[in-house]
């Protein structure tokens, strides 16, 4: 499975398995990247997790982790006699390594589908949905791997010069109406028509292509852009609009940049 994501290298690789206590529960972000699921014994709202690898003082304090093994009792409770048995299971089964890695494909496939917009989420829900794929009721590696596949394509294709106009009440807290458009014209003119209705409410998110290219449109038909705001009585200053577009585009920053869309300066609120 193709996920991006960047490797963290500080966890040792001693050739042995270890056992954790995820207080709040194995999901995606719960644990370093890199590190292999060998078991995994439930306890309610926690976790026991047997890893590949010895996790460090700075990833057992940054992921909430305590070095502990399961008890007796719950040991008893899932069949085994000792703690012993849990390491020969996990080192006389054939398929540790495949089932290791599912686990692990499955986990990063949860954590890709987490960052994605609500829109696109529900656009996997439905397609799952008509294809027969079970998203919430034990979805195998492979079948996730063929989703994650399929939409990674599709969204890295539109997502960049994708717009999204969205008008909202006046706490900003109700969406009252949205639209998308691929074009940089259609997403401007559907932005000043909204602010009669929402005055300083309306805003277009994209990622960061999607801001160039709408600072670039109205930069190079600054006389349209004048014609449009005055026909609409849009109530920002056409000259501050079209000033602000001839401004190089400040470069996004930060984990979510180039995953989240956000708001494109200066079609933004308020």
């Given amino acids: 499975m193709k996920i991006r994501h960047s490797k963290i290298t500080a966890s040792v690789d001693t050739g042995m ?20 699921v060998l078991k995994v014994i439930d306890d309610g709202w926690k976790d026991y997790v047997l890893l590949d690898k010895m996790l460090t003082t700075e990833e057992l304090n940054e992921y909430e982790i ?4 399961p008890p007796d009792d719950l040991l008893a409770e899932n069949g085994y006699s000792s703690l012993e048995e849990t390491y020969q299971d996990v080192t006389s089964s054939a398929d540790t390594a495949v089932e290791a890695a ?15 917009p609500l829109k696109q989420r529900h656009e996997v829900d439905d397609w799952c949905d008509e294809w027969g794929y079970p998203l919430y009721d034990d979805c195998s590696a492979e079948d996730l791997s063929t989703i994650h ?7 890295s294709q539109r997502n960049e010069s994708n717009f999204h106009v969205a008008a909202f009440g006046n706490d900003y807290d109700e ?15 559907k932005w000043v028509e909204l602010q009669k209705a929402w005055p300083l409410n309306v805003m277009i998110t994209g990622f960061q292509k ?9 930069a190079a038909h600054p006389d349209w852009y ?4 005055e026909k609409h009585h849009c109530p920002y200053d056409p000259e501050y609009i079209i000033a602000e577009c001839e401004k190089p585009v400040r470069p996004r920053t930060g984990q979510y940049a180039n995953i989240y869309p956000d708001q494109c300066h200066p079609f933004g609120l308020g």
């Fill in 17 to 36: 398995s270890y056992w954790y206590l995820f207080k709040h529960g194995l999901g995606p972000g719960t644990m370093p990247k890199g590190v292999n």
């Fill in 226 to 229: 004048r014609a449009l705001s």
């Fill in 66 to 69: 305590k070095e502990a093994t």
């Fill in 149 to 155: 596949d399929h939409f990674e394509s599709e969204f």
């Fill in 210 to 218: 999607a801001e160039e290219q709408l600072r670039e449109y109205v």
């Fill in 175 to 189: 969406l009252q109406t949205s639209f998308d458009f691929d074009n940089p014209k259609a997403a401007i003119t």
């Fill in 102 to 116: 599912d686990n692990m494909n499955i986990f990063r496939f949860y954590d890709w589908y987490n960052t994605l």
